[in-house]
């Protein structure tokens, strides 16, 4: 699988972001957002603006998805409870 940059090869930072209605800069890519990003474009074709802002971070995304995870099998809730949290 190739890698997912943020940008279009042959466009600069601005001229990517400018139609792009979004306050945040894209974050530095590595193994892990390219990972995320290309999970987003295949499933629906694009990047999601949560996902941009989850690659600032996917540490965090792990341990809230853990801790959300645990919090749902410990209090007993299925997936329609689950996504009420």
Known sequence: MAPVTAQHPGSSATDQNAGRASFLDDPEVDEHVARMYADDVSGQGYVAHLTRVWAYSPEALGAMSYIL????????????????L
């Open 69 to 84: 995870k645990h919090a749902s099998v410990t209090a007993g809730l299925d997936a329609r409870a689950r996504a009420l």
